[in-house]
């Protein structure tokens, strides 16, 4: 019988892999989506081309919404259900504390506890996954594996950490199939724009069309693991797959700083990152995390998975798109139809 997976923040990057990979396994894809004034599926359009039968099945919900949590689990009866859905903004966290903490802290236990109520009354196990994060690792020093103690350092972070107690809890306490993937930062060509890589890799694509005159970022000597998305689903989808539920840190144990991005990105379109790049203040963390690194192993060992694409091939990936993009953005805005880049400002 085909499984069911659920997937709550299925429009995001990882959401959208995780769903492509879903489906080529033969699940039945279910995924949770935010009302929003304007269509948000753009990263998950392309799945509704194909045969009806492979469609994901979407429903409103939202993670600071738990009764209707409680009634999408009820109405879809998953097998497997995957929690990506967050404020995931390490950034706008400071400046939307209360907010993160409730969706991407509290949503978790609404979901957690809507799992085991239905589970236990059913009598239908259900297995859990939480998107946790390298953030809580923050000031502990490097490299971090699942061993080294937690050091949160934004609102963001502290929520994570919330979340991943309540995980570990709910395992504990009621022997639920409850995992915590604890994610080193991972990119693509499908990244939000306001996440570093791809502000970068957007900015390259358009100065070099010549729509863009210069970058704005903050810390540059931050130093991250960075690895490829769609790796980094196909691990979350093994941790449900085990004997026993567990913790992973999921990482490439490789690590480069912001400045080492930039210039290779810049260098890929025969340009120099310094004569762009400036820093601004605003793009400074009230509190930063400097030097994130992964220890993989364990985990490398546990569930047989390996990263396939590295550093150089993900830069290359998201500028080749990023380059696509920017000549498409060009070719409008000849047509006068101009095209500007969207965001607050301070991301
Ligand atoms: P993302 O692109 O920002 O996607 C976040 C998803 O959550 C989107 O689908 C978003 O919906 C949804 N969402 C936001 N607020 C919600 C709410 N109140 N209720 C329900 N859904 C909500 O993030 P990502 O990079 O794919 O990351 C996936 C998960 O992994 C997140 O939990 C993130 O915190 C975590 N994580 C990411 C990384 C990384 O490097 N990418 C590393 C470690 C952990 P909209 O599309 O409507 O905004
Ligand atoms: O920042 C520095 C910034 O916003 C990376 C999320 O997916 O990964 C992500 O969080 C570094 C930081 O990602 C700018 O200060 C410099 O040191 O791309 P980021 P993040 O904060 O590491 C973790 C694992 C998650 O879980 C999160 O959900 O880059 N940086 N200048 C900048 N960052 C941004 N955004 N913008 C800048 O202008």
Redesign the pocket.
């Known amino acids: 019988m085909a499984k069911t997976a659920l997937i709550?923040?299925?429009?995001?990057?990882?959401?959208s892999y995780l769903a492509e990979l879903l489906r080529t396994k033969g699940y039945s894809v279910h995924g949770?989506?935010?009302r929003?004034s304007t269509y948000?599926t753009e990263r998950i359009d392309h799945l509704f081309a194909d045969d009806a039968v492979t469609q994901p099945i979407l429903h409103y919900?939202?993670?600071?919404d738990g009764s209707g949590l409680r009634r999408i689990i009820e109405q879809v009866q998953p097998d497997e259900v995957y929690?990506?859905?967050?404020?995931?903004?390490v950034r706008v966290s400071f400046d939307q504390a209360e907010y993160t903490a409730d969706?991407?802290g509290l949503?978790v236990l609404r979901l957690l506890e809507a799992i085991r109520d239905y589970s236990q009354r059913i009598g239908q196990p259900m297995r859990f996954y939480q998107?946790?994060?390298?953030?809580i690792f923050g000031a502990a020093k490097p490299p971090q594996s699942i061993n080294t103690p937690f050091h949160p350092r934004s609102p963001?972070a502290v929520a994570?950490m919330y979340a991943f107690w309540q995980t570990v809890n709910h395992r504990e306490s009621y022997g639920m199939y409850a995992c915590n993937g604890l994610?080193?930062?991972?990119?693509s060509p499908r990244?939000?724009e306001t996440?570093v890589t791809r502000k970068i890799t957007r900015a390259v694509g358009r100065i070099k069309v010549g729509l863009q005159k210069q970058l704005l970022l903050g810390n540059l000597d931050a130093k991250r693991d960075w690895g490829h998305?769609q790796d980094y689903v196909e691990a979350m989808y093994l941790m449900l797959q085990q004997d026993a539920p567990g913790d992973y840190v999921i990482a490439t144990g490789e690590a480069y700083s912001v400045r080492e991005f930039a210039e290779r990105a810049f260098a890929l379109v025969d340009l120099d990152y310094r004569d762009f790049v400036q820093t601004d203040p605003r793009f400074f963390r009230p509190a930063e995390v400097d030097y994130l690194l992964g220890d993989p192993t364990e985990t490398n060992r546990l569930l047989n998975w390996h990263p396939k694409i590295g550093f150089d091939q993900l830069v290359r990936e998201m500028v080749e798109a990023d380059l696509e993009l920017a000549r498409q953005e060009r070719t409008l805005l000849d047509a006068n139809h101009l095209v500007g880049l969207k965001g607050i400002g301070n991301e």
Not at 61 to 64: A, V
Not at 131 to 135: P, V
């Open positions: 709550t923040g299925i429009t995001g990057q990882d959401g949770i989506v935010r929003a948000n919900g939202d993670l600071s929690n990506l859905g967050a404020q995931s903004h969706v991407t949503g998107a946790s994060s390298s953030e963001y994570k994610l080193f930062n991972h990119e990244r939000g996440f998305a």
